[in-house]
């Protein structure tokens, strides 16, 4: 009898990580959304440029994701790469009208204000024509474990939008409250 691994990596496109069973969803020690406007166009703008691009018939690497895969809840947790899921969320409304199905995403006052100035900024631009967003492609990391996925948060968490050591006391301090209502995954 073989076990499954507790890590799980794969290669997806945008639109299949959102179809690849249980909804995406934040959990309550991830800070919000923080990209700007500027950000935001900005990978408008790639994406732009690469379909300007005479090949443009391979896919778009768009970065990794790390998930935790959470039974009891049902639900996938995105413990690093809200930023970029939450950008091509909005790309996709842009191009669509609609929100892609498959997230249970909330955010705080904070984070929908800067989602309305994204989606404000976005109305500024041609919408990303869907062909492009459907050749967008990601690396999926997913883990069952919530222990190895705070590990993979802690350790993961060093680019893009620095986190200040307030976010990781408060990630820790959370993670650690969770596992005080009886989550822990130690066996």
């Known amino acids: 009898m073989t076990q499954e691994s507790p890590v799980r990596v794969s290669t997806l496109a945008f639109?299949?990580?959102?179809?690849?069973?249980?909804?995406?969803?934040?959990?309550?020690?991830?800070?919000?959304?923080?990209?700007?406007?500027?950000k935001l166009l900005q990978l408008a703008s790639d994406l732009a440029e690469f379909a300007g691009q005479p090949n443009n018939s391979l896919p778009y690497y768009i970065g990794a994701v790390l998930l935790h895969r959470d039974a009891g809840k049902s639900k996938r947790f995105i413990i690093d790469g809200q930023q970029r899921i939450t950008a091509l969320s909005l790309l996709y409304h842009r191009a669509t009208g609609k929100l892609p199905a498959g997230q249970a995403l909330s955010y705080s006052g904070q984070s929908a204000r800067h989602i309305r100035e994204g989606i404000q900024a976005l109305r500024q631009n041609e919408p990303i024509a869907r062909q492009v967003i459907e050749k967008l492609r990601l690396t999926v990391i997913e883990v069952d474990s919530s222990d190895l996925a705070f590990t993979f948060f802690d350790t993961q968490n060093n680019r893009g939008v620095p986190l200040h050591a307030t976010d990781l006391l408060k990630a820790y301090h959370l993670r650690a409250i969770d596992h005080a209502d009886g989550e822990s995954e130690l066996k």
């Open 15 to 38: 639109a299949d990580l959102l179809k690849a069973g249980w909804p995406l969803a934040l959990d309550s020690y991830q800070r919000g959304f923080v990209w700007n406007a500027d």
